[in-house]
């Protein structure tokens, strides 16, 4: 399989349920009164820490990943079943961000630990939550909350306690290997490595201690301006608390080691703060006097320097217990930082769209038209109260709106009426009371032929 340390995806939280348009009706209540349950709510997408760094590889890029919609709502006030989560397993270390805005959604840094990228929509309140002394008989209902959809970038830095730091075909792998468990690719070319192996390097004493080493992708010079495979390697030290600089000895390990501390540097200097240890590899192919010459090289660095082989095996048992004794404190891994998310309402607004066509603008308005059925007139009734108090009406009679313009609110158009205007105030009066008290014949007749009404 693929290794994959970056991958896009789209999250799409499920759609809450539409509430119900129900009323009671029992043997001896031939005329109860408004039950309609609330609709559940969708199901959101989660993300879920996992110790498998070959997680993102099972997942399929630029794939839309839906949680489940949310039941409707049913009679006597029965909520619908909510939506089930969809949980995405993803490497311990991943970092989520919003594709669009670059905001960061989670950083998980613990196995276990969980997050939500793409939250599920609310469901739909019942037609028994409209109910009001002067509104007894409310025939509509609230559709469901659409779910949260956003495209989501995830990116994996691998978090283990040493990183090995060196140029392609420096025996990097090779040294992983004899270190550890760790069983990568080996090979005498450069870029044999293309993604992070991780092993844990292990002593017995008097109590059995060890940790973790992760071999990634080697550096070029650049790599930090991203030529190469650099980010992809410096990405994955980011989190590490010991770098291991591994230089091979025929290649001038004195400024092979500048160079990468130049790359490091340039990525994060305070990488460069975390203890160190310089291990001159491939002394097999080495003489004595070699080896002396480049001790005394790198000894300006103030480093540990530890000779080694890892085809003949000298060297190993010293650069081990070396590890161990730098290897500082564990300590707790700060999540990525990320700008503060400022939340601004946009204010309402009325504009002209052409002759007697207006156009309302708002972060709380256009929402909520959504949620109702605009052909319904009891549900635009209720909808008028409620744009009375959010200050629309007022707004729009400041802004010259006439009765019977068109009023266009989100994908929804309606036909403007102000009962404040001489000429309409009786009708309004009666719309209200044939509309809200259930009294008229043609009322009760609908009442009696149905039991659950569909609110769409």
Same mark, same amino acid.
């Given at each position: ?199 844990? !390097? /292990?002593? *017995? #004493?008097?109590?059995?201690? +060890?940790? $973790?080493?992760?071999? =990634?992708?080697? &550096? ?129 607004? !009325? /504009?002209? *769209? #052409?002759?007697?066509?207006? +156009?309302? $603008?708002?972060?709380? =308005?256009?929402? &909520? ?88």
């Amino acid at each position: 399989m693929t290794f994959r340390d970056t991958l896009d995806i789209t999250a799409q939280g499920g759609r809450g349920g539409d509430g119900a348009m129900s009323f009671l009706r029992l043997k001896y209540i031939a005329k109860g009164g408004p039950d309609g349950g609330h609709g559940g709510k969708g199901g959101s997408v989660l993300l879920r820490a996992v110790d498998d760094v070959g997680a993102l590889a099972k997942l399929t890029p630029h794939k839309t990943y839906r949680a489940e919609v949310g039941k409707p709502g049913e009679g006597r006030e029965k909520r619908g079943k909510h939506g089930k989560d969809l949980t995405l397993p993803v490497p311990v270390g991943t970092i989520a961000r919003d594709a669009a805005t670059g905001e960061v959604l989670a950083d998980l840094i613990e196995v276990g630990q969980t997050a939500v990228v793409a939250r599920g929509g609310d469901g739909g309140r019942g037609n028994a939550s409209f109910a009001t002394a002067t509104r007894r008989t409310p025939r509509f209902a609230e559709y469901g909350e659409p779910g949260e959809k956003r495209a989501v970038r995830l990116e994996l830095r691998t978090i283990a306690d040493a990183g090995l730091v060196g140029y392609p075909n420096a025996g990097k792998s090779s040294l992983l290997a004899a270190l550890s468990n760790a069983k990568p690719a080996i090979a005498d070319y450069p870029f044999t490595t293309l993604s992070p192996n991780l092993g844990v !390097v /292990e002593r *017995e #004493g008097r109590s059995f201690e +060890r940790f $973790t080493l992760a071999d =990634v992708p080697g &550096l070029i010079e650049g790599a930090s301006e991203g030529k190469g495979l650099g980010l992809e390697f410096l990405r994955h030290i980011s989190r590490t608390r010991l770098l291991v600089w591994v230089l091979d000895i025929a290649e001038e390990p004195a400024e092979a080691y500048r160079a990468l501390r130049r790359e490091v540097e340039t990525y994060d200097p305070t990488l460069l703060d975390l203890p160190g240890l310089i291990v001159l590899h491939k002394t097999d192919l080495a003489a004595p006097d070699e080896v002396r010459d480049a001790e005394h090289d790198l000894a300006v660095t103030g480093l540990p320097i530890v000779p080694a082989s890892s085809l003949e095996g000298d060297g190993l048992d010293t650069v081990r217990e070396t590890l161990f004794a730098l290897l500082p404190e564990r300590r707790d891994v700060t999540p990525a930082e990320n700008a503060p998310t400022v939340v601004r309402a946009e204010p309402l607004a !009325v /504009e002209p *769209e #052409g002759e007697g066509a207006w +156009r309302v $603008t708002g972060s709380e =308005v256009e929402p &909520l038209v959504t949620r109702f059925d605009t052909t319904n007139p009891d549900a635009v009734t209720y909808l008028h109260r409620h744009f009375e108090g959010m200050g629309l009406a007022t707004l729009m009679r400041r802004a010259g709106v006439k009765n019977g313009d068109d009023v266009r609110i989100g994908a929804a158009e309606f036909e403007y009426f102000d009962e404040t205007q001489p000429g309409i105030e009786e009708d309004e009066d009666d719309m209200q009371a044939e509309g809200e008290d259930g009294a008229t014949a043609e009322n009760e007749s609908e009442i009696d032929d149905s039991e659950v009404v569909d609110p769409s």
